[in-house]
């Protein structure tokens, strides 16, 4: 189902794991999830299983950024029960990739070739060729006795020489491997058959990116079996209809796109909660030096060497630095129960009325003279430069007032 977005240079690309029951697809994708997890946080659905056995399909979305464009992986197991055999079908449409895990133990055989034959009759169905498609074997369940020799599954199984990985999904071996491979496979496929990458340099520029970004790495513990989801934060997609709705094609039709569509949410919530995160980092280191130029002109409005006062547009004082203290015997704390025209004496009460509704509505500095009074009543005769200080808008908020002695 490639997909292009040539906008923002996306390419979405599905790959399915196939395979009979409980050869171990569902452990490959929970082995992926915590080994890929680390990097691009991606989230592993599953839709709601029966003893642990898929019923629907499980679904991870991996976004791998390459050479400036997005490869969108869709991972998919399906159900490996012979019964769910249009749930497999649908699942398989448009898949670009194939991974055929089959089980090891010598006694599955039968139902390994029985599931390729089903893979093969349900790539059918969806025009999709078992010839050509990219496709990887992975021989799991490599730890368990009784299991049938690489050569002779490469015989029974592997009909078109596919490369092929021995693997013990549980604990991770094998897991990586299988998986780089029909990436990088189905990639190159896409990538030729629609002409995408036209460079070759560009082509092997990509191929050297994808393994890097998928390495080999250890599982830190193995996976558990049993009821197993709630340790790897699989999320849980539940079903709630009963069996003959399930095998309905358009139910489950829905159902895939709904699931491909809550994955992609849920990645673009977490790529949102990022981008949200960074500018909450920001906000702070602003607020930081918001507080710290705050916490400087306070130092230099208290320390200054002159009197100021910071006075609001009705005239009540709203600041009073030391020098202003000294200066008119006021402290600050009752300075700011005062209005700025009873510092001033009956004959300057005017000039300054004149001053503030000027400064107010022209918005500008003006300097003049003011006979003051301190608080024991003596005589300052001042020069006063009031500015106004204004908001985003334009408005004046409040008047600063540097005073400084003049002779008379
Ligand atoms: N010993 C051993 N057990 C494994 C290995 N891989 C998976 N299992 C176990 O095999 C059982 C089935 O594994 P799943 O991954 O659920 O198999 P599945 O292919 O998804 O099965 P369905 O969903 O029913 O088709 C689980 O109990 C796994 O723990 C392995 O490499 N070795
Ligand atoms: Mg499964």
């Known amino acids: 189902m490639v997909q292009f977005n040539s906008q923002n240079d996306e390419i979405l690309i599905k790959i399915v794991y196939y395979g009979p029951g409980l050869s171990g697809k569902t452990t490959n994708l929970r082995v992926l999830h915590r080994l890929i997890n680390q990097e691009t946080h991606t989230e592993l659905f599953s839709v709601d299983t029966m003893e642990d056995r898929t019923l629907f399909f499980d679904l ?18 399906v159900p490996g029960q012979v019964h769910y055999d249009s749930t497999r079908r649908i699942i398989l449409s448009g898949a670009d990739g194939i991974v055929f895990v089959a089980d090891s133990q010598a006694d599955k055989m039968a139902e ?94 990509i191929r050297v990116e994808l ?17 197993k989801k709630k340790d790897d934060h699989v999320t849980t997609l539940s079903y709630m209809g009963n069996e003959g709705e399930v095998t309905e094609s358009e139910a489950l039709e829905k159902a895939v796109k709904a699931a ?93 009325q004149t001053l503030v509704s000027l400064v107010t509505s022209k918005n500008q500095t003006l300097i003049s003279k003011l006979d003051m009074v301190t608080s024991s009543g003596k005589s300052l005769h001042q020069s006063c430069v009031l500015s106004p200080i204004t908001d985003d808008k334009g408005h004046v908020m409040s008047i600063t007032a540097i005073l400084s002695p003049i002779e008379k």
């Not at 991870?60 to 197991?77: I, N, W």
């Not at 078992?130 to 369940?141: G, Y």
């Not at 006062?309 to 402290?331: C, D, H, L, M």
Request: hydrophobic share 35%; with cysteine.
């Open 260 to 352: 491909e569509d809550s994955a992609n949410l849920v990645n673009e919530v977490k790529r949102l909660n990022g981008e949200l995160k960074e500018k909450n980092e920001k906000l702070r280191t602003l607020l930081e030096e918001n507080r710290y130029i705050r916490k400087f002109l306070e130092s230099v409005f208290h320390h200054a060497g002159l009197p100021i006062a910071t006075v609001s547009p009705r005239g009540i004082i709203t600041n009073w630095n030391k020098a202003a203290e000294q200066a008119f015997g006021y402290s600050k704390v009752d300075a700011k129960k005062l209005y700025f025209s009873e510092l001033v004496s009956e004959t300057s009460v005017l000039d300054l």
């Open 60 to 77: 991870m979305p991996v976004q791998l950024p390459v050479s400036g464009r997005t490869l969108k992986f869709q991972v998919y197991t």
């Open 112 to 205: 390994n070739v029985e599931s390729l034959n089903n893979l093969h009759k349900n790539l059918n169905a969806n025009r999709l060729n078992i010839k050509t498609i990219p496709m990887a074997l992975q021989f799991n369940k490599r730890d368990m006795e009784n299991i049938a020799a690489l050569q002779l599954m490469n015989q029974r199984l592997n009909f078109r020489n596919c490369p092929n990985f021995p693997a013990v999904a549980l604990t991770g071996q094998g897991v990586m491997e299988t998986f780089r491979r029909v990436v990088q496979d189905a990639t190159s496929y896409l990538v030729e058959k629609y002409h995408l990458i036209k460079d070759p340099l560009e082509q092997e520029r």
């Open 211 to 227: 393994d890097e970004l998928l390495p080999d790495r250890e599982l830190k513990e193995p996976i558990s079996t049993g009821k």
